[in-house]
Each structure stands twice: as C-alpha cells, then as structure tokens.
C-alpha cells in the first residue's frame, strides 16, 4: 500500500461543525502559545448560518505546494506526508497558496513566511479539543468506510430503530 | 495588561478625529468591561438630559476581559450602552457572534462613537488604522446586505461586521444594531442611537494576539467549563432550545397571551419548542469560542414563506406567537427574519404587534389606521406585515416606530391601558402577574421591562418561592442575582453559560484572575455587582427617573388572570408593589425613593459620583 493510504490528515465532518473557532485558538495557542485564529494552521470558514466546516492540510500524494515552490523551501515527509516549511529559503512569495486547492498553507501574519498543519506529530490538539467530535484523525479509506456506513444507516433507519 | 487591550479608542463622528487613550487597571477592575464599563463611560462622557437620538449621546461599544481568548461563551462578546430612546435611562444591549473578539484583537477594550457624521458613513477600524468611510451606498440596506457588500469593498472577507438596517436609519427607538448576519444587540433602541449618527457600520480588523496571564492553568480552567457545558447545566439549551420554555409556561399559566389577555394559549402545541425542532430546526450552530452551541436555525419548508431562514428563540416566538394569538411557526420565523431584514428588536416589534391587534380588537384602531389590515389577534399573515410595515415605517408602522408607550400615547383613546411596557422597554415573555419575584426584578430593572437583568422568573417557575405571595426579604434572592448578572454581562460571558460555574462569583472570581492577571477574590466580584448596579442606578437618577419609575405594566396591575389554569386571579395591586419596592429599596440600603445612599455610595467606591444624589436624599 502507498503511503497515502496510511497518512492521517485532520477532517472536519460538516454536519456536525457548527463553526465555533475552538479549533483555531487551541491550534494557536498550541503551536504558538497566543490566542490569535490568524496564527492557527487550521481554519473556520461559516459561508451561511447553516454551512460551516473547518479546514486544514489534507497531505495530498506529492502535494501540489510543494511542486510550485521555486526555492525548495517545502518538503513532505514520505511518511506522514506532512509539509514542512524551511523558514530560510521561504520568502512568502505565495505561489504554495496558489497552488494548494483548500487555502491549507497560509502566510503567517507575523513571520512572514507559510505555515501549515503538521498534525501536532500525529496527536492533533484540534481533534482532542473539538467540543462537538466535529474533528477525525483519520486516513482517506477509513473516512471512505465510515461515509459508507453513515449512507447505509441512513438508508435503513426505520429498519435500524425497531 | 492581560486579557484586556488597555485602550480606549474615542471617533469623533462630527470632526473626522479619532485618538486613543490608556484603559487603566484600576478602571478595568472597579468597571470589569462589557456593560459596567460602558455604563461608567457614559456617566462620564455625557451631560444630565440629553435627548437619546442628539449627537450628545455618546455609543459606547465595549468588550470583556474574556473576549477575544478561548474562554467558552466569553471570547466573543461586545456591548453597546448609551443613553435609551425608549426609557430615557441607561440602555445597553450585548452580542455575541464573532465581531467582540475581533475588536479586542484590533486592540481594543472600548469604542466611544461621539458627535454625528453629515452624511452617513461607516467605521473602518484596521487594527491601528481607524477610517470614517463613505456609506451613501450603504444606505437602506439590510445588516445582511451591508456586512457582505463591505467585505467585498475592502477585499477580505473574514471582517467583521456590525450594521444597522432600515430601523435604525429611520430612527425607529426599537432598532438593534446586527453582527454576523443573525447576531443583535438587541434591546432599548441602540440601533436608533447608531443611526442618529448616520453611523451605517462598525467594520473591524484585528490581527493581534490576545495574551492571558496564566495561560496553561486558564486552559485548564477551560476544560473544565467545555465538560460542564456538556452536562446539565446547558442541556435545554443544546436541545430544544429557549422555546422549551412555551409548554412550561404554559402549564404554569405564565404564557402572556394576546397581549396580557390570558396566560394559557389554546394554540401552544404549535408553537411549542418541540414543534419546532420537529419540523422547523435544520441545524444548531454556536458562536466563536463556544462548546455549548445553542442557536437553533429554522428554515420554513413549504408554504407563502417557504426558504425563509430565522434564528429562533422562546422570546421572539412568543412575542409574535402566543403574544399575538398567532399558532403559525412559519408566519413566527417569517416575522423574525423581517425583524433581522430591518434592524429591529424582536421582542419589542412582537409586543407592538399584539399592542395594536388590542387596540384593534378594542375599536381604538379600525381598518383606516390599519391600512385595511384585519388586526384581529390570530391573524398570522396581518402580524407579518404589520411587522414589515414597522420596519419600513410605513402607515400605522410609522407610529409603533416610536415603541409601544410612545405608539399609545400618539393613538391616545385610552390606547395606554393596552401598552404593556415598563419605563418604555416593552414587556417580555412572562406573565409576573402570577411570578412575583420576578415582578419585583422587572419594576426595577435599570433598562425596563426586562427578564435578563434579574432572571428571578427562575425561582418562581421552579417552585422554590410561594409565587403568588410576596413576603417580606424575598428581595434578597432577587439582589443577588441582579448583581451576579450584572458582573455577567461584564466579562461578557452568555447568560446560558451561567448554569456552569458552579461556584458562582468565586468560580468568576477565579477566571478573571487567570485571564487578566488582576487579583480577584469571590467578596471582592461580589462587592463589584452590587457597585455595578447601584452604577446603573445612579445614571437613572441622573437623568429624572424616580421611584414612580419602578412600575409594572398597567394589565398587570388591573386585570387577574381569567384562565382556568394555577394562576387564576392573580395580579399585582398597587399596594402588593408598593410593599416589593420598599422591601427591595431596603435591601439595597436606598432610601424609601430609591435613592443610594451617600454611605451606600462611599461603601462601594462611588463616592466620586455623590453629587448625583444631593438633594434627593
């Protein structure tokens, strides 16, 4: 199996999100130890009352940021598939933003250079803190398997519920 | 500082200036934020008897301490305070939603808005930056309307924004001022205050940190409260919502129905919470930094308002159902999303309502008031326009505008019997005829008719007071809420969240410690609410109201409750009021007038404020 099987990313279920911003203070202050959503690697966004859903590096098989940086500043762990950023080579020059289709890399607001999420070494604060298991760590196949299930029940509900 | 930004930033609407100035510690903990500090802001940034809608009324918008970090409930509130348009006392209103926590991150404990702008503007507040913008095209937008046409002006849609509507540039005194879309600062006419400036919007930027002084252990703390807003203290607000609230009252004989006719509404089922999250709930959503979620969103599935989205709570549907007459929950949302369309506070708009279906009801108004409109109570689809008509200020719509006491006295005909309000803040959702500690909460509630200044209801619906009998000192329980409500609203965090600290002022006490780093004991917060309301207290006097101040809505006062149902018969006489305010005054240590006494004053730190009292002792 590829890696890509194997790499958990953070997933935010919309039905269950509510768009409180938990996420993005607790990944703040865990990477940075400020309250300040600007400064988290994962990101609310509320579209309408009832649309919301957080997002955040989905560590794509050979991610895209990586492929347009032209100083070689973004590598991704072979392993995770984690991006990690070499503060030194990068200069903010955004093509990583455009390249990536879920505005997952950001331009840090202070350091002037991308930041994204590194999944906390595999122990996502996020998903410890979300307050309504709207947040899974989880690899592509099981949320494929757990979409599968949720599609089903919902099929057979009334036979479910006697 | 910690928690707090430490600045105030004063907009002089009239001259273009703006400048900020230091928040000092000793002000932050003697005011806290939110609603004390605004209210001390407006004692010392305006004169004795203004008139509300002049340009000598200051809006003061205010944060908490808490806002703008993780604390649940606290990092997103804001307030607004100035003087009432409808009461002519303090008027003050909070949000919350997303807007607070982005001005504290722009660096900012308080916003004074001064003066009036010559043609209608808005507030473009970028961190440092503070610009007065052009909103000629802004005008006669909705809040909705507004937030997204500023976010696409100024090219980044994660601003934050706080607008009026069509109310508020009307000058309608039941206007609210709207964040995030379905957010509202809602009640005493601050809307109008905003709009008396041709102040369209507040937009704001805040890129900063917000630092706490005991991070790790202020975390902690946090984790405690998201386990306890799981738990008992928040579940009918994480289920069925505020709207559980219509069976219960109905079952206690406690649901003012056609305007203070009757306390049991036949139509109840259908316009119960159960009802609504059955059929009407498509989603519960919560606000930045919340674990409890509590914003039911209804969306009407079929029928003439079919689409129609609405946050609902118990008061607005009461107050445009069972208040009306009215069983359609699709005609309810319809009339509260109009009310977010325009800019107004639902539950004055829903009081104005039944207020003229009475008086229709009476021959006071006939259809040639009414622009042909059949106002008989029940009438869904006459309430939803009515509704539209006073958003726009159309026809009759442009007279109950003026809110409900005002609306009565310009119809005249004895129309006044049929205004239920107190001070001129329209009543809300419970009848006090049969809840007597709560009747002695609304008689003196600084902003009026008002059930969130006290919350005594709590204690008559739960039986634990005997609620048709008010006996000597029951005026304490009361007291003791007011002056945890007031240090609530504050640090600004929700009343739903009041149930979760379990400890009260001293759980209170000890996070404003970890959040600001100010030294706070649970005496200390305690002493700080009761200064806090004798603040508010002090303003009123300032500006004329007296003891005659503190009544009760004429229906209350004159007509017992004719269901069959618990409460049959009970109402309040003038004597039973008289008897409430003497043992509430007493308990404040007020003077027989309901004036605070200089010792009162000098206990509390107020002494600076004794010459608002000379002369009334």
């Known amino acids: 199996m590829s890696h890509i099987h194997t790499r958990k990313f953070v997933s935010a279920d919309p039905e269950k999100c509510v768009g409180c911003s938990v996420c993005e203070y607790i990944c703040s202050f865990e990477k940075e130890k400020v309250f300040n959503p600007l400064k988290s690697r994962i990101r609310v966004v509320r579209l309408d009352t009832i649309v919301n859903m957080s997002l955040s590096c989905r560590l794509c098989e050979d991610a895209p940021c990586v492929a347009a940086c032209p100083r070689d500043a973004l590598k991704q762990s072979e392993t995770t598939g984690i991006i990690m950023v070499d503060e030194d080579k990068c200069n903010g020059c955004g093509w990583c933003i455009e390249a990536c289709d879920y505005g997952a890399i950001m331009l840090h607001p202070d350091k002037k250079v991308v930041f994204v999420c590194d999944t906390c070494d595999g122990n996502p604060k996020c998903v410890e803190w979300c307050p309504e298991k709207a947040l899974d760590f989880i690899t592509k196949d099981v949320l494929a398997q757990k979409s599968r299930i949720s599609a089903v029940k919902k099929l057979f509900q009334e036979t479910l519920r006697t | ?617």
């Open chain 2, 1 to 617: 500082m910690f928690g707090y930004a430490g600045r105030i930033l004063r907009v002089n609407l009239s001259n273009g200036r703006t400048r900020t100035e230091p928040l000092k510690e000793e002000m932050a903990k003697k005011y806290i934020g939110g609603i004390g500090l605004g209210i001390r802001l407006l004692i010392d940034n305006s004169e004795p008897g203004i008139d509300p809608l002049s340009p000598e009324n200051p809006l003061i918008l205010t944060t908490g301490p808490f806002s703008g970090t993780v604390a649940p409930t606290g990092g997103n509130g804001h307030a607004f305070v100035a003087k009432s348009p409808l009461t002519n006392g303090v008027g003050e209103a909070k949000s919350h939603g997303f807007f607070g926590a982005e001005l504290k991150r722009a660096g900012y404990d308080a916003v004074i808005f001064e003066g009036k702008a010559e043609k209608p503007v808005y507030v473009w507040i970028d961190d440092d930056s503070v610009q007065i913008m052009d909103a000629k095209h802004l005008w006669g937008k909705s809040p909705q309307e507004t937030e997204d046409i500023i976010r696409e002006d100024l090219g980044d849609y994660y601003i934050r924004v706080a607008a009026i509507g069509l109310a508020g540039e009307k000058l309608s005194r039941i206007a609210c001022i709207i964040n995030d879309k379905t957010r509202a600062a809602g009640r005493c006419g601050m809307g109008a205050v905003m709009g008396s400036k041709n102040l369209k919007a507040i937009a704001v930027r805040g890129t900063k940190d917000v630092p706490v002084a005991k991070p790790e252990e202020f975390l902690e703390f946090v984790k405690i409260l998201h386990e306890r807003m799981k738990g008992p203290a928040t579940v009918k607000y994480r289920t069925l919502g505020t709207p559980q609230n219509v069976l219960v009252h109905n079952s206690l004989g406690c649901l003012p129905t056609r305007n203070f006719t009757n306390a049991v509404f036949e139509g109840a089922e259908k316009v119960s919470g159960e009802y609504l999250n059955m059929r009407f709930v498509t989603k519960i959503i919560g606000c930045s930094s919340c674990a409890m979620r509590c914003e039911h969103i209804a969306v009407v599935p079929e029928g003439p308002y079919k689409g129609t989205m609405a946050r609902v709570e118990y008061e607005p549907l009461w107050a445009f159902g069972p208040h009306c007459g009215v069983d359609r929950m699709d005609a309810i949302i319809k009339a509260i999303d109009l009310c977010n369309y325009y800019g107004m506070d639902s539950i004055s708009a829903g009081n104005i309502v039944g207020f003229a279906m009475d008086c229709y009801e009476h021959g006071i108004l006939t259809k040639e008031d009414t622009g042909g409109l059949d106002l008989r109570f029940g009438n869904a689809e006459a309430m939803v326009k009515l509704t539209e008509m006073i958003g726009k200020r159309e026809g009759l719509g442009n007279i109950l505008a003026e809110g409900v006491k005002r609306a009565a006295e310009i119809i005249g005909k004895g129309a006044e019997k049929f205004a239920n309000h107190i001070k001129g803040l329209e009543m809300t959702g419970y009848d006090i005829r049969g809840l007597k500690t709560a009747a002695v909460g609304y008689a003196v509630s600084f902003r009026g008719a008002d059930h969130n200044r006290h919350g005594a209801y709590a204690l008559d619906i739960a039986g634990k007071v005997d609620r048709f009998k008010f006996e000597k000192g029951r005026s304490k329980l009361v007291i003791e809420i007011e002056d945890l409500y007031m240090i609530i609203d504050s640090l600004i965090v929700c009343k739903f969240s009041r149930g979760v600290y379990y400890k009260g002022f001293e759980d209170l006490a000890k996070y404003y410690t970890l959040v600001t780093g100010i030294e706070m004991t649970a005496e200390e917060l305690k002493k700080t609410g009761e200064r806090l309301s004798n603040l508010a207290r002090l303003y009123n006097i300032r500006e004329g109201l007296t003891r005659k101040d503190d009544h009760l809505p004429i229906k209350v006062m004159t007509t017992p409750i004719p269901d069959e149902t618990v409460s049959k018969g009970s109402y309040i006489t003038q004597e039973e009021l008289d008897f409430m305010l003497d043992d509430y005054y007493a308990h404040r240590g007020w003077t027989r007038e309901g004036v605070p006494t200089i010792e009162k004053l000098t206990e509390l730190g107020l002494e600076d404020l004794a010459h608002i009292v000379k002369g009334k002792l």
